[in-house]
Every structure is written in structure tokens, then in C-alpha cells.
């Protein structure tokens, strides 16, 4: 748990010197509990509190960068349990599994896929972050994986293997991408354990249940071993998820240091519907990495656009920039149609007009990411922001016609929007549906 200011006040000198800029020490301590002021403003704490005061101020659940240049994410960092208590912060890393087995032409079809895998949703590229390199016994052709995938990619890499030798050689051709360890367990944890202290690496560790993966993360401390990873195995998916609830309630909830960093699943599903299922059960219940099998567009995107989803801010909806789109080869004569600037909204309608090939004019709204319907109940979509909108676009320079579509569930407001814009309104279809028939049969 978090200090309380009075857990903080019992380590502060209680000298009330006013150095800080607050009246009492006991001002400064609730100050800090808000993290509202940073402990150097205090010039006569002790060292030991300082180090007490600066352990408890970190993060709950480590943050750990993987990869490295444009390509890194970063994972762990969170502080809830539950997204609408403030929200999930570092969106888990999705990867595929590739193993050595496989030939040279297979594994090069499998990365042009991932490479590939790039969507566009609401404004946000929605893209794969990992690919994991699976050792199948053969030292000498796990290497010649190593060296084609580095070729043929720039995504971060996970080893996965157990053989400390293998590894060596594996981490010493990849170090310059920063490679993650995915091997430690109780029977080789002092070899790998070295390895990950000597290449800096990023270290999955594994063990069967949270009591030994405690024993084991506290061991690679005392190792050196600063970034690390759990993992408790293969289970069904139901214990898997406890695994992972009880992971994230142990750190966030008692603190427990030995358990607070980020998780990794592997889902080993054949069928693609199933794997997508549990991969997305994952990113609810809280991994960190999740490493699949299947390379379908329409299960990635699936997965990816949940990910979205789960990740985005409750507090803060997608928005676009507030302004004027054309769509189309828009000339003097084309509509002009008013919406918001929350990004699901915008993106809809775009679609919808991008439909009827109709070229037009998009007028986004400044609601504060609200939608039509809740902009217009918050007063953020009034005749007011409207007409101002419309004047700060140049509307009027923009086409010669003095016409304003507006959205069917706020036809209310096409009275005053008339006569505080001068414009003649029209009232659009309610959903963004109808907008293709709507602009064709548009006179």
C-alpha cells in the first residue's frame, strides 16, 4: 500500500524549518502523499528515510522498455486493478512464435506477414510488437534463425530458450536489438540468471505457481537482475487468469516488490477463433506479452483493435483536431456537414461520406471527444460552438451556397443555429448510415 502523509510524516526530521516552502513538516508530508512536491524540497531528511520514501514512491508494477529506437514499448507501469478506477497505462506487447523447425522460406513468409501487420482505426495505427524465436534442440540452425530474423525484421525479439550456451550465442548476435531472455526456471536460473545481468537483458522467469515464481524473482535480485518477467506456465485458461489476478493484486494490493513486474502468456490454440478469444481474455487480465501462433489479418486486427480499446484513457475519449476536412475532389458546390471531433464519430461519418463518393466538406466540432448526442447534453454542441466553428473554418469562402447539414438527433437545434450562423440548415439522417443515400439524393 501507499504511504499515507502520516506514514511519510514519521520519517520526516520534524523540525518545521519552513525550507520546503510549507508551514510544518506535517504540511510538507501530506504534500507528498499527494506527490504534489518532490522529497529534495526537504534539505534535513535522513538518508535511511530517503531511501525508505524513494522504494515506496516506485511503481508498484516495474516499467520495463523492450526493444529499442522506433520499435521499443514499454510494459508494466500500472497502478489499478480495474480500468475505471484511472486507467491502464502500457498496452501488453503482442508476438508470434516462430520456431526453428521451420525452413528458411516459411520463416521469411511468416515475417513479411507480421511486417505487414498495420491498421489504421479511429486515427491510431494499430501495429504487432514482438517476435519470438522458439529453440528445438539444434544449436547450429537456431542461430542461422537468429541471424534471419534480425535481417528480415526490426521488431524486438524474445529467445526463447533454456540452453545457456545457445544463448550466449543468440544474445552476443542480437544485443544491439536488445533481445528478451525467455528460459529462466528453478533448474538453470544461475546460468541464464548471468546472462541476463552480463547482456542487460530483459528476463522471463517461470515457475508453476506464485510461491516458487516469488522464490525465484527474489534469487535473481540478489543475482543483479534488474528487468524481469513472469510467467507461470501452461495452464487452462480460467487458472491462467487467477495466475494473472493474483500477480497484479499482490503487487498493487500488498505490495509485494518480489511480484511487481509484468506478465507473459503463450497461448497455444490451433484454431484461430479460439486463440483469439483467449489472447484478448489476456489483455483484460493483465498481461503484459502475449505470444500467439496465427497470422490471419482478421484475427490480429481482432485482437489488436480490443487491445485499443482496453488501453484507451476512460478519462480522455479519442479525438481528432478540431477542423475543416475535404473529402473527395471538393469543389465551391460540395456539402458541408457538421459533426464532433470524438475520433469514433469523425470516422464513421468519413466512411459513411467516403461511400456515397459524393466529395464533401466535414466541419469537426470542438466537443471535447464527446459524441453528438452527449455534446449536446454537456452544452459542447450548441448553436453557439457551431457558429463559431463555422467562422473559424472560413466556411464561407470555402463554397458558394450557404447550406449546413446537420445531425438528425439534434434537428432541435436548427432554429438558432439558422439565426446565430446566417446559414440555411439542413437536417441530416440520424445515423451515419444513411449519409450515402442522404448526399445522393441531396439536391
Known amino acids: 500500500m501507499a504511504f499515507s502523509g502520516l506514514d511519510i510524516y514519521k520519517l520526516l526530521p520534524k523540525t518545521n524549518c519552513r525550507e520546503c516552502g510549507l508551514a510544518t513538516c506535517l504540511a510538507f508530508a501530506m504534500q507528498l502523499a499527494k506527490k504534489t512536491v518532490g522529497l529534495e524540497k526537504c534539505p534535513f531528511v535522513s538518508e535511511e528515510s530517503k531511501n525508505i520514501l524513494e522504494a515506496q514512491a516506485l511503481p508498484p508494477i516495474k516499467q520495463i522498455t523492450i526493444g529499442v529506437d522506433d520499435n521499443h514499448f514499454d510494459l508494466g507501469n500500472e497502478t489499478v486493478l480495474f480500468r475505471h478506477e484511472e486507467k491502464f497505462r502500457n498496452q501488453p506487447g503482442i508476438g508470434f512464435v516462430i520456431e526453428d523447425s521451420l525452413t528458411d522460406a516459411q520463416i521469411t513468409q511468416r515475417l513479411n506477414k507480421i511486417n505487414d501487420f498495420k491498421f489504421e482505426r479511429v486515427g491510431q495505427e494499430l501495429k504487432v510488437n514482438l517476435v519470438a524465436l522458439k529453440f528445438s534442440q539444434n544449436e547450429k540452425r537456431y542461430l542461422e534463425v537468429v541471424k534471419l530474423v534480425l535481417k528480415q525484421t526490426l521488431l524486438p525479439l524474445v529467445l526463447i530458450c533454456q540452453e545457456a550456451q545457445v544463448l550466449r550465442q543468440a544474445l552476443v548476435l542480437a544485443q544491439t536489438r536488445a533481445p528478451v531472455i525467455f528460459g529462466a526456471n528453478p533448474e538453470n536460473l544461475n546460468l541464464i540468471g548471468a546472462l541476463a545481468k552480463e547482456f542487460n537483458a530483459p528476463l522471463v522467469v517461470s515457475a508453476a505457481d ?210 446565430s450562423s446566417g446559414c440555411n440548415i439542413i437536417v441530416g439522417p440520424k445515423e451515419a448510415a444513411g449519409i450515402p443515400s442522404f448526399l445522393k439524393n441531396l439536391s
Request: proline share 5%; no cysteine.
Open 210 to 419: 506464485i510461491v516458487a515464481l516469488t522464490k525465484l524473482t527474489e534469487e535473481l535480485k540478489t543475482l543483479g537482475v534488474k528487468d524481469l518477467i513472469l510467467d507461470t506456465g501452461d495452464k487452462p485458461v480460467a487458472e491462467k487468469i487467477w495466475d494473472l489476478t493474483q500477480l497484479r493484486r499482490q503487487a498493487l494490493k500488498k505490495s509485494n516488490r518480489a511480484l511487481g513486474y509484468p506478465s507473459l502468456v503463450v497461448v497455444k490454440q490451433s484454431d484461430p477463433y479460439q486463440e483469439a478469444i483467449e489472447a484478448t481474455a489476456y489483455i483484460a487480465k493483465y498481461a503484459g506479452i502475449i505470444l500467439i501462433q496465427g497470422l490471419d489479418s482478421w484475427e490480429i486486427l481482432s485482437i489488436l483493435t480490443l487491445r485499443q480499446d482496453i488501453y484507451s484513457d476512460p478519462q480522455k475519449p479519442l479525438q481528432i483536431e478540431p477542423k475543416i476536412y475535404p473529402v473527395g475532389l471538393v469543389t465551391d458546390k460540395s456539402p458541408v456537414l457538421i459533426t464532433t471531433n470524438f475520433s469514433l464519430t469523425y470516422y464513421t461519418v468519413l466512411a459513411e461520406v467516403e461511400a456515397s463518393k459524393v466529395p464533401a466538406y466535414i466541419l469537426s466540432i470542438d466537443t471535447q471527444g464527446m459524441s453528438v448526442l452527449t455534446a449536446w447534453a454537456a452544452d459542447k454542441f450548441s448553436a453557439e460552438y457551431i457558429t463559431k466553428a463555422v467562422a473559424d473554418a472560413k466556411v464561407k469562402e470555402l463554397v458558394k451556397h450557404n447550406n449546413l447539414i446537420i445531425p438528425g438527433y439534434v434537428a432541435m437545434l436548427s432554429g438558432d443555429l439558422e439565426e
